[in-house]
């Protein structure tokens, strides 16, 4: 398969599943940050929380702030 079709890359999970079982991390308890619906997707298909910052893009299953400051806030909270 070609790199453009690898489970590593977004919106799969991989490469979060991979970060995961290397780090043993518990994905209730993780975030991602990103500004795209991919982002957000690969995330939610592990349970990893996201938030949107600045994207154009909405979805109704992640916050979505104007910077990096705001999902911190969110993060911390």
Same mark, same amino acid.
């Given at each position: ?6 489970? =590593?890359?977004? @919106? *799969?999970?991989?490469?979060? /599943? ?6 043993? =991390?518990? @994905? &209730?308890?993780?975030? $991602? ?5 991919? *982002?957000? /997707?690969? #995330? &939610?298909?592990? #349970?990893?929380?996201? $938030? ?10 992640? @916050?979505?702030? &104007?910077? =990096?400051?705001? &999902?911190?806030?969110?993060? =911390?909270?």
């Amino acid at each position: 398969p070609s790199v453009s079709d690898s489970i =590593l890359r977004k @919106p *799969d999970s991989g490469m979060f /599943e991979k970060a995961v079982a290397r780090f043993n =991390l518990d @994905p &209730a308890q993780c975030w $991602i940050v990103g500004d795209r619906y991919r *982002d957000m /997707e690969a #995330g &939610a298909k592990i #349970g990893v929380r996201g $938030i949107m910052v600045g994207a154009t893009e909405v979805v109704d299953f992640a @916050p979505h702030v &104007a910077d =990096l400051r705001a &999902a911190t806030d969110i993060i =911390l909270d």
